[in-house]
Nanobody
Framework: QVQLVESGGSSVQAGGSLRLSCGVS????????LGWFRQAPEKEREWVGN????????EYADSVKGRFTISQENAKNTFYLQMNSLNPEDSGMYYC??????????????????WGQGTQVTVSS
């Protein structure tokens, strides 16, 4: 059974930084991609970015490009979301996810994914 566990969420002031972690377990063959998503209260969950595990190639939503960085630590099956220059619009529950078919295509739609339980990020002005 695949499990994803996020951690690192906290309350910070605008302009601050946080690093979220996502630990993944329960697989033999690594998935091709891992994504990060977030959901603010009363808003739909939105894609933040993803990483291709084999190459380290990353993609980001325009709203976080240049401020957020996804990385991986293969030996620990752990993935990170470094968030800098945070603003109140970045507040929300942050999730990591893997497609159930292990592929990258369609990951950012949020459909048919394995999800973690989420970690809360609150940015105050």
């Amino acid at each position: 059974q695949v499990q994803l566990v996020e951690s690192g969420g906290s309350s910070v002031q605008a302009g601050g930084s946080l690093r979220l972690s996502c630990g993944v377990s329960g697989y033999i063959t690594a998935p091709r991609c891992l994504g990060w998503f977030r959901q603010a209260p009363e808003k739909e969950r939105e894609w933040v970015g993803n990483i291709v595990l084999s190459s380290g190639h990353t993609e980001y939503a325009d709203s976080v490009k240049g401020r957020f960085t996804i990385s991986q630590e293969n030996a620990k099956n752990t993935f990170y979301l470094q968030m800098n220059s945070l603003n109140p619009e970045d507040s929300g529950m942050y999730y990591c996810a893997i497609k159930r078919d292990w592929q990258c295509v369609g990951l950012r739609t949020g459909k048919n994914n394995y999800w973690g339980q989420g970690t809360q990020v609150t940015v105050s002005s």
